[in-house]
């Protein structure tokens, strides 16, 4: 096996950049359950059509939890373990409690994958494919998803706490998280367009629309506008915690650029979204949200540039980790 580790990382030396063979990262491959698997892609699509079908917000849910497990030690299922004896959940952590969904869908498709093929597919790869058809199914762009990741044997309650960014981050704030992932400014923009679907709960974004703005800390989105008016309706300055708010308002369901008309205006749900184009900031940040806002494919096209980038990080190959039977526990 070691053998074949090394293999692979000379010739991705080789091919690098050459060949569409190796990802970026060298270590996940396309075509990984093609002999192994084949019908993998198929039963996971046909059921998240299903799922969504039933709950038309399940499509964000899906993209979230993928997110949410890379950030948290690496794309690689710690977000779908359940707590055993003392290791806690990082369903348990702050920005996960009360707020992920998905998992009973992530459970059922695992399900029909261990009976076409047991111990094979793992849950890390399921999550990557699941959030490519969610993204699909809402009208977004598709890639193809580079696989052969393991699961992980922990989860990281305190990673889960300390690597989600908040939605009340500063700008600066955003930037140094994701750059701790690898992640550069531009795949933050980017990949902040997932908020072109989804919901919000009103603890997320209560801050964002009764905080003031003070002169020395001018933002545009905390003027007392019609919006911040509509939300407030939504969501009282205390209670109903968990009131629902679009996190785009034009197209809730689809996955296409006018999140970023809604940042550009003002009207992104969430601080963290309208940060992106905060009024003192010129340059680059400002020209790549103007740029997705009128031009559809270029957002389309960096996106899957960027969360190809977010699904190879610090992946688990080889002999790391283990498939899991039971995405929600390790393997006794
Ligand atoms: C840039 C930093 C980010 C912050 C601060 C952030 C924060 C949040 C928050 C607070 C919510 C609402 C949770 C709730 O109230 O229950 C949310 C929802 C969502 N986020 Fe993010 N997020 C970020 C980046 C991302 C990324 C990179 C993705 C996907 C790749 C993503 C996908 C989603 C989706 C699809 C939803 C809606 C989920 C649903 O309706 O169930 N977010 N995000
Ligand atoms: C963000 O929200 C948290 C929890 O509500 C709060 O403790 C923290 O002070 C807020 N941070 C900023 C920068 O406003």
């Not at 700008?171 to 992932?181: C, G, P, V, W």
């Given at each position: 096996?070691?053998?074949?580790?090394?293999?692979?990382?000379?010739?991705?030396?080789?091919?690098?950049?050459?060949?569409?063979?190796?990802?970026e990262?060298?270590?996940?491959?396309?075509?990984?359950?093609k002999?192994?698997?084949p019908?993998?892609e198929?039963?996971?699509?046909?059921?998240?059509?299903?799922?969504?079908?039933?709950?038309?917000?399940?499509?964000?849910?899906?993209?979230?939890?993928?997110?949410?497990?890379?950030?948290?030690?690496?794309?690689?299922?710690?977000?779908?373990?359940?707590?055993?004896?003392?290791?806690?959940?990082?369903?348990?952590?702050g920005?996960?409690?009360?707020?992920?969904?998905?998992?009973?869908?992530i459970?059922?498709?695992?399900?029909?994958?261990?009976?076409?093929?047991?111990?094979?597919?793992?849950?890390?790869?399921?999550?990557?494919i699941?959030?490519?058809?969610?993204?699909?199914?809402?009208?977004?762009?598709?890639w193809?998803?580079?696989?052969?990741r393991?699961?992980?044997?922990?989860?990281s309650?305190?990673?889960?706490?300390?690597?989600?960014?908040?939605?009340?981050?500063?700008?600066?704030?955003?930037?140094?998280?994701?750059?701790?992932?690898?992640?550069?400014?531009?795949?933050?923009?980017?990949?902040?367009?997932?908020?072109?679907m989804g919901?919000?709960?009103?603890?997320?974004f209560?801050q964002?629309i009764?905080?003031?703005?003070?002169?020395?800390?001018?933002?545009?989105?905390?003027?007392?506008?019609?919006?911040?008016?509509?939300?407030?309706?939504?969501?009282?300055?205390?209670?109903?915690d968990?009131?629902?708010g679009?996190?785009?308002?034009k197209?809730?369901?689809?996955?296409?650029?006018?999140?970023?008309?809604?940042?550009?205006?003002?009207?992104?749900?969430?601080?963290?979204?309208?940060?992106?184009?905060?009024?003192?900031?010129?340059?680059?940040i400002?020209?790549?949200?103007?740029?997705?806002?009128?031009?559809?494919?270029?957002?389309?096209?960096?996106?899957?540039?960027?969360?190809?980038?977010?699904?190879?990080?610090n992946?688990?190959?080889?002999?790391?980790?283990?498939?899991?039977k039971?995405?929600?526990f390790?393997?006794?």
């Amino acid at each position: 096996m070691e053998f074949m580790r090394i293999l692979l990382s000379i010739l991705v030396l080789i091919f690098h950049g050459n060949t569409g063979v190796l990802s970026e990262a060298g270590v996940l491959v396309l075509d990984y359950y093609k002999e192994a698997c084949p019908l993998v892609e198929e039963i996971v699509r046909r059921n998240v059509e299903i799922a969504v079908l039933r709950d038309p917000r399940m499509a964000a849910s899906l993209l979230r939890l993928h997110f949410h497990d890379c950030f948290v030690m690496g794309c690689d299922a710690s977000i779908l373990l359940d707590t055993f004896g003392d290791m806690i959940s990082e369903k348990q952590a702050g920005p996960n409690l009360n707020s992920v969904r998905g998992f009973g869908v992530i459970d059922n498709i695992k399900h029909l994958v261990e009976e076409a093929c047991p111990y094979t597919v793992s849950c890390a790869d399921i999550l990557a494919i699941v959030a490519r058809d969610a993204v699909v199914l809402r009208g977004g762009p598709r890639w193809e998803v580079w696989l052969g990741r393991k699961d992980s044997l922990k989860a990281s309650f305190d990673g889960a706490n300390q690597f989600i960014p908040a939605p009340n981050s500063s700008l600066e704030t955003l930037i140094a998280n994701f750059k701790q992932q690898g992640l550069d400014t531009g795949d933050l923009v980017t990949l902040s367009g997932s908020h072109t679907m989804g919901k919000a709960r009103c603890v997320s974004f209560r801050q964002r629309i009764y905080e003031k703005s003070t002169e020395e800390n001018f933002d545009y989105y905390k003027r007392y506008t019609t919006f911040r008016r509509i939300l407030r309706s939504i969501c009282p300055e205390s209670g109903r915690d968990d009131a629902l708010g679009a996190l785009d308002f034009k197209t809730p369901t689809r996955f296409d650029n006018l999140y970023f008309h809604n940042i550009i205006e003002g009207k992104g749900l969430l601080q963290s979204d309208n940060v992106l184009v905060r009024e003192d900031l010129e340059g680059e940040i400002r020209e790549q949200v103007r740029a997705y806002a009128s031009d559809q494919q270029l957002f389309f096209a960096s996106y899957v540039n960027s969360i190809v980038k977010m699904g190879n990080i610090n992946v688990l190959t080889g002999n790391e980790g283990e498939v899991r039977k039971n995405c929600r526990f390790v393997n006794p």
